[in-house]
């Protein structure tokens, strides 16, 4: 398996970043391990606060996603895009719109060192799944399996169907790129916020 760390680079303006920028490199590790199991179906102990039977009935339906995606995107794909992608590219890339797309840019460019992906969505707070009712919890993950449903089928995310889910707690964008490395073998090792200067 692959090892990726993950950062949360926060862009704050004027006077409020000022106030309220964090400091460099806040580790979010915790909160990235309960992500990744919970919401992304990482192997690893469910902490003690959530309901396994909840999450394993989540992780049985997001194994259909996966499926489906390798199936009906992934598979053939890489062989299209490996013949079209020169060998000799960085291994660094800047890809705009993130977030979902994820899981499309790790099929196009399987062999990245680092990926800079930029969302026109909010990250979110990962820690929120730290502090939500895990009932809650299990009722927000049902709202992303339909989103990342429908991302596999259609291969087309709409910024309106994104919308809704910025009526959850959780961190859609967060989780969306823990499910493109977990699609595409990687595991995530930590989650550090930077602040851009």
């Given at each position: 398996?692959k090892?990726w760390?993950?950062?949360?680079?926060?862009?704050l303006?004027?006077?409020?970043a000022?106030?309220?920028?964090?400091?460099?490199?806040?580790?979010?590790?915790?909160?990235?391990?309960?992500?990744?199991?919970?919401a992304?179906c990482?192997?690893?102990?469910?902490?003690?606060?959530?309901?396994?039977?909840a999450?394993?009935?989540h992780?049985?339906?997001?194994?259909?996603?996966?499926?489906?995606?390798?199936?009906?995107?992934?598979?053939?794909a890489?062989p299209?895009?490996?013949s079209?992608?020169?060998?000799?590219?960085?291994k660094t890339?800047?890809?705009?719109f993130?977030?979902?797309d994820?899981m499309t840019?790790?099929?196009?460019?399987?062999?990245?060192?680092?990926?800079?992906?930029?969302?026109l969505?909010?990250?979110?707070?990962?820690?929120?799944?730290?502090?939500?009712?895990?009932?809650?919890?299990?009722?927000?993950?049902?709202?992303h399996?339909?989103?990342?449903?429908?991302?596999?089928?259609?291969?087309?995310?709409?910024?309106?169907?994104?919308?809704?889910?910025?009526g959850?707690?959780?961190?859609?964008?967060m989780i969306f790129?823990?499910?493109?490395?977990k699609?595409?073998?990687?595991?995530?090792?930590?989650l550090?916020?930077?602040?851009?200067?």
């Amino acid at each position: 398996m692959k090892r990726w760390w993950l950062s949360l680079v926060v862009v704050l303006v004027g006077a409020q970043a000022q106030a309220s920028a964090p400091p460099e490199a806040v580790a979010f590790d915790e909160a990235l391990r309960t992500l990744a199991v919970v919401a992304a179906c990482f192997e690893g102990p469910v902490p003690e606060r959530f309901d396994k039977a909840a999450v394993a009935k989540h992780c049985t339906a997001m194994k259909v996603i996966f499926d489906d995606y390798e199936k009906r995107w992934a598979t053939p794909a890489r062989p299209f895009f490996a013949s079209l992608v020169p060998k000799d590219i960085p291994k660094t890339v800047i890809y705009p719109f993130g977030g979902a797309d994820l899981m499309t840019a790790l099929a196009v460019y399987p062999d990245l060192n680092e990926i800079t992906s930029v969302s026109l969505e909010a990250g979110g707070d990962p820690r929120s799944i730290l502090r939500t009712e895990p009932d809650q919890i299990i009722k927000h993950l049902a709202l992303h399996r339909r989103f990342l449903a429908r991302l596999v089928e259609y291969n087309h995310s709409r910024t309106l169907d994104l919308s809704l889910l910025k009526g959850t707690p959780l961190p859609s964008q967060m989780i969306f790129a823990l499910v493109g490395l977990k699609m595409h073998g990687y595991e995530p090792l930590g989650l550090r916020a930077v602040r851009l200067s």
